[in-house]
């Protein structure tokens, strides 16, 4: 694939490469193809139509994946300071919790944190979608982010 500003590193894009390129080719290319009369467009014209078309699409894949992890750790986040402020509280309480206890503790909060935090999910979405409107404009705070995490 050409190199533009769009990060085909990533692993789940690389995982994804091979299929996307026979999908890109198939319906984007050929969609140029077909829909132009091949008299009055030149093949160079045609050839550059597709890979614009191509990036567009692998643009898009991009930032979807790449609003797919922020989401992923958002919510993570979120689902972990749940669980903490509940484990934080129960053991104040209780003063001490043994081995059975903390097996019982932990499904629970898991799971309320887990419900808690769909209940939420839109919110999440449009905090991620904020923030990666954020990282278009540093480009060196997005790659650590998105690299770290």
Do not use: W
């Amino acid at each position: 694939m050409k190199q533009t500003d769009i990060e085909f590193d990533d692993a789940l894009l690389e995982a994804m490469k091979d299929d996307l390129e026979k999908v890109i080719m198939k319906e984007v290319c050929e969609s140029v193809q077909v829909g132009k009369e091949p008299d009055h467009v030149s093949q160079k014209e045609i050839a550059l139509e597709c890979n614009r078309r191509k990036n567009s699409v692998m643009e898009l894949l991009s930032t979807s994946v790449r609003t797919q992890r922020l989401y992923f750790v958002l919510r993570s986040i979120f689902m972990g300071l749940i669980s903490a402020l509940i484990t934080f509280a129960v053991i104040l309480y209780l003063e001490s919790i043994n081995f059975a206890q903390a097996i019982f503790l932990g499904i629970f909060v898991f799971t309320f944190s887990l419900m808690f935090s769909r209940l939420f999910d839109n919110q999440i979405v449009s905090v991620s979608l904020k923030i990666i409107r954020f990282l278009e404009k540093h480009d060196r705070l997005r790659s650590v982010i998105l690299r770290t995490f």
